[in-house]
């Protein structure tokens, strides 16, 4: 258990739908962050939030929108994905974005999305 | 452009020996590197980390070594258990920047 959860835990989804991933830390931190994992790659990470201020767009499709309402809880708003969107994602969370001890993520299990 | 590289895909190494994880970047602006570890169906777990003004630390049974000057971190696990097999994956970071490599699958024979 590393105090970041993750709903749901597997999720499958058409084009044309809309969900919604949701990630929680109970740890105290107030950084967070969405990675995407796709098979035979590495981690690439999408987005940062400090203080539920976003820092950190990493050239992501307006398809993937996130939210953080607060610093213990992170979404991330899918629609019209496309199937290369498969993925696993993975949300993190830090105490901060300082460098050093700060830097160090913890992440929760993932949700692992399929596009069909 | 990967600018974090795990070159060794997977590395099997005797229980009780050494193993040793390998890990090159390109970027000379990182100031900050972590070393993750990896179940099947979990999250990454944090293992180690090291400033970019060190060259080595130590946690342990596990030592991280940095070479600045060869762009080149690597990952001692000394004696290496069954339980220490999994993915490592080592990152780097810069700014508010993060970036990891594909992993390595470290088996740890009984």
């Known amino acids: 258990e590393t105090g970041v959860t993750q709903t749901p835990r597997h999720l499958v989804m058409g084009m044309t739908n809309k969900k919604s991933l949701k990630c929680e830390q109970h740890l105290g931190h107030n950084a967070m962050y969405w990675y995407k994992q796709s098979a035979k790659k590495p981690l690439e990470l999408m987005f940062v939030y400090n203080f539920k201020e976003q820092t950190e767009n990493n050239s992501v499709p307006s398809r993937f929108s996130p939210e953080c309402p607060n610093s213990s809880h992170l979404f991330l708003h899918l629609h019209t994905l496309q199937p290369e969107d498969s993925a696993l994602y993975l949300c993190a969370s830090s105490q901060g974005l300082a460098g050093g001890p700060a830097y160090e993520q913890y992440f929760g299990p993932g949700t692992r999305l399929t596009v069909t | 452009d990967q600018q974090v590289k795990q070159n060794s895909p997977s590395l099997s190494v005797q229980e009780g020996r050494i193993s040793i994880l390998n890990c090159d970047y390109t970027n000379s602006m990182f100031d900050y590197f972590l070393w993750y570890k990896k179940y099947p169906a979990e999250g990454p777990t944090f293992l180690i980390s090291i400033s970019s003004i060190k060259d080595k630390n130590e946690d342990g049974r596990f030592t991280v070594f940095l070479n600045k000057s060869a762009k080149h971190l690597s990952l001692h696990i000394v004696p290496s258990q069954p339980g220490d097999s999994a993915v490592y994956f080592c990152?780097?970071?810069?700014?508010?920047?993060?970036?990891f490599g594909t992993g390595t699958s470290l088996t740890v024979i009984p």
């Open positions: 990152a780097a970071s810069t700014g508010n920047q993060f970036y």
